[in-house]
């Protein structure tokens, strides 16, 4: 037997990645399950709405750790915030106005990843176009491992 988040194939689907990314502290299972029972059903607005509302919070939360010093609780943060701010940027197509949408997350959601950055020991970088494009993906039986990108 196999539990549906959503009836919308999409939504589920990002749910259940959402949760899968809990174990390396990408997620919370409370938080995920609190906005999957939220957004509407197959509604693209509701569901970017609602997964923004907890990316800002959750940012809002990193900022806060970060100002009295608190760098890791920070880090995970910024760390989920980013991964809501994607998740909602997923139905954003589906929203009235995309455009306006999309210039209002994805600035947000880049955001929280680069000040993550300096909380990751050892100190991650920005990838570049030229280090991304050398980067590619081999497959091995259990899952996709990336070759090491040259310095």
Known sequence: MRYRFSENEQFNYEIL??????????????EVLT?????TDGDAETW???WATLARAVRARAE???????TV????????????FGTALVAVDGCADPEARLAELFPAATASTASRRPGTRPPSESPSPTKAS??????????A???????
């Open 145 to 151: 491992v990336p070759e090491r990108c040259p310095p």
């Open 17 to 30: 990645l959402a949760l899968g990314a809990t174990w390396q502290q990408g997620a919370d299972v409370g």
């Open 73 to 84: 609780s920070a880090r995970d943060a910024y760390l989920r915030a980013a991964g809501y």
């Open 64 to 70: 806060k750790c970060a100002a009295h010093g608190r």
């Open 134 to 143: 050398r980067c590619r993906a081999t497959s091995s039986a259990r899952r």
């Open 48 to 50: 970017v709405s609602t």
């Open 35 to 39: 906005a999957a029972s939220a957004a």
